[in-house]
């Protein structure tokens, strides 16, 4: 309640785990390979890094800045520094509400996988795993396990700010960079593997050139990196003023892009050791071709379990984040205790996955709503978020978050400065337009 003192996370170590658990989930470890395996490989990554350096770390550089210097919720932040500009909250409380429609449910599959492999139910059987996904996908259980999902969210995000959301953060982030790497060397060493890193690897140019390639890979960025909707914004309201606004954004953002490309060494080399299977298979490549190929390895069910245990870890700390957002919203904008508002935002997320699950089956809806989010919510919501900050807000505003008045200025504050005025906006309008026209 808005009389407590604001809770906020420890230190510098802290609030970068945090924040990278936002960004790193499904994004990076299921939307990243498949998207770049169906745009060139490399070509994408190359892409994809140069977005994130241009639109991505500048942008949440500017949500840092607005969550830290009001020490509020999405709605309440924007509303505090302008009224006028209160809508970009309320776009981020729109976008955080559109995710929790389909990420829950896709998240509650790595589930049902991690449960199926522990069982062995998963590999017993001769039933392909086309055929297991259709009709897992045709069941009740994706909606049972999304439910699961949003509680075990509910949970830790009720539990709260530091108890709650950083703890989970410091034990499941190491965790996960350990079953990565471990799953990295275990690739390496599967036949066909060279061919993998070959695909990875070899750049396709003319792809990297494409306004497809591009939008993708910006709108890879957003929703790898979590800006656009209002996340990083109520993370930062939990910052101390002394953390550095920079150095957190290019720790995270380098975390993440590392994480993309571990699971590219992950998925690529494992695809091509597994003849007939295609890098570009598309939202299924995780779900479909993984367990094809784990069946081919010994000791089967442990691969995949691990796997899929780093998929829900993943998963999870992205799940927080966004139900923070609505959390930290209901509770402060209504006047409501912390802990209603978090039920309050589970009973929301539960009804949105039910409509998502039985109002169409399959993925094409999920392509859909993620389309929204990722490709128009988040770059328009980034893009007004470095206008407002640069040409709305009194002058110096972002030059005094980033450097913590003056604290720690150097010469990357002025590049920084000069991207967030000019070079982002333009660039994330100018792709946007093109790729409505
Ligand atoms: N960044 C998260 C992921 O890659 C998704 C996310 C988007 C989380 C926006 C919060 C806000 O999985």
Redo the contacts with the bound molecule.
């Keep these: 309640m808005s009389e407590e003192p604001r809770a906020s996370f420890g230190g510098k170590l802290s609030v970068i785990l945090v924040a990278a658990g936002?960004?790193?989930?499904?994004?990076?470890l299921w939307?990243f390979p498949y998207i770049a395996g169906k745009h060139g490989g490399a070509a994408f990554l190359l892409v994809f890094l140069l977005s994130v350096l241009v639109v991505g770390i500048p942008a949440m550089l500017a949500e840092f800045a607005v969550g830290r210097r009001t020490n509020k919720n999405a709605v309440g932040a924007f509303r505090s520094l302008s009224k006028r500009w209160s809508w970009l909250g309320y776009s981020g409380v729109l976008?955080?509400l559109l995710?929790s429609g389909y990420?829950y449910l896709i998240a509650g599959w790595s589930l049902e996988y991690f449960v199926n492999s522990l069982t062995g139910g998963m590999f017993s059987s001769d039933i392909p795993f086309k055929e297991q996904f259709d009709s897992f996908q045709g069941s009740w259980r994706p909606m049972i396990y999304g439910v699961v999902f949003i509680l075990m969210t509910h949970f830790i995000v009720a539990r709260g700010v530091e108890k709650g959301i950083e703890k989970a953060a410091k034990i499941m982030m190491p965790a996960l960079f350990v079953i990565l790497i471990v799953m990295a060397v275990r690739v390496a060493f599967m036949p066909g593997a060279a061919e993998g890193y070959k695909f990875f690897f070899s750049c396709d140019f003319a792809e990297a050139f494409k306004v497809d390639t591009i939008m993708m890979a910006i709108g890879q960025a957003f929703?790898?990196?979590?800006?656009?909707?209002g996340?990083m914004v109520t993370y930062a309201s939990y910052f101390k003023k002394n953390n550095n606004l920079v150095s957190t954004s290019l720790n995270v953002s380098l975390l993440t892009l590392a994480v993309s490309v571990l699971a590219g060494l992950v998925i690529f080399p494992a695809v091509f050791s597994v003849p007939g299977l295609e890098p570009s298979e598309g939202p299924s490549l995780v779900f479909i071709t993984l367990p094809e190929i784990f069946k081919g390895m010994p000791l089967p069910s442990l691969w995949s379990a691990i796997f899929f245990m780093l998929v829900i870890l993943?998963?999870l700390t992205?799940t927080i984040?966004?139900h923070e957002?609505l959390t930290a919203y209901a509770a402060e904008e209504f006047k409501i205790s912390r802990k209603s508002g978090a039920l309050a935002t589970t009973v929301i997320s539960i009804a949105l996955s039910a409509v998502t699950f039985f109002g169409l089956f399959g993925i094409d809806f999920f392509d859909l709503f993620d389309n929204v989010?990722a490709n128009m919510l988040?770059p328009l919501g980034a893009m007004f978020t470095c206008i407002f900050v640069m040409w709305f807000m009194k002058k110096g505003f972002m030059r005094e978050e980033i450097t913590n008045y003056g604290q720690s200025n150097n010469r990357v504050v002025g590049v920084l400065l000069f991207m967030l005025r000019f070079i982002t906006p333009i660039l994330i309008f100018y792709i946007f337009i093109k790729n409505f026209l």
Aim: hydrophobic letters at 50%.
């Design positions: 936002s960004a790193i989930g499904l994004g990076a939307r976008g955080a995710i990420y929703f790898s990196l979590s800006v656009g909707m996340c993943a998963s992205s984040s966004f957002v989010t988040m």
